[in-house]
């Protein structure tokens, strides 16, 4: 029995929201908040959809 990659929908919502927050926050302590939220958004997205495994499903 083979084990499936850890990937799920909510941590890819989460990590969006998250990786927005923190990419606003970033991007106006460089000068373009809308350029740090795209980036965050994407960023954390990407990274919690991999990383975050959510609930195992075992019989």
């Known amino acids: ?3 499936k990659p850890h990937r799920n929908r909510r941590g890819l919502f ?4 998250l990786g927005a927050v923190a ?3 970033a991007g106006r302590a460089m000068g373009n908040p809308a350029m740090g939220i795209i ?3 994407v ?4 990274l919690l959809y991999r990383i975050n495994p959510g609930p195992w499903n075992r019989p």
């Open 39 to 41: 980036l965050g958004a």
């Open 43 to 46: 960023a954390g997205s990407a």
């Open 1 to 3: 029995m083979t084990r």
């Open 23 to 25: 990419g606003y926050f």
């Open 14 to 17: 989460v990590g969006a929201i």
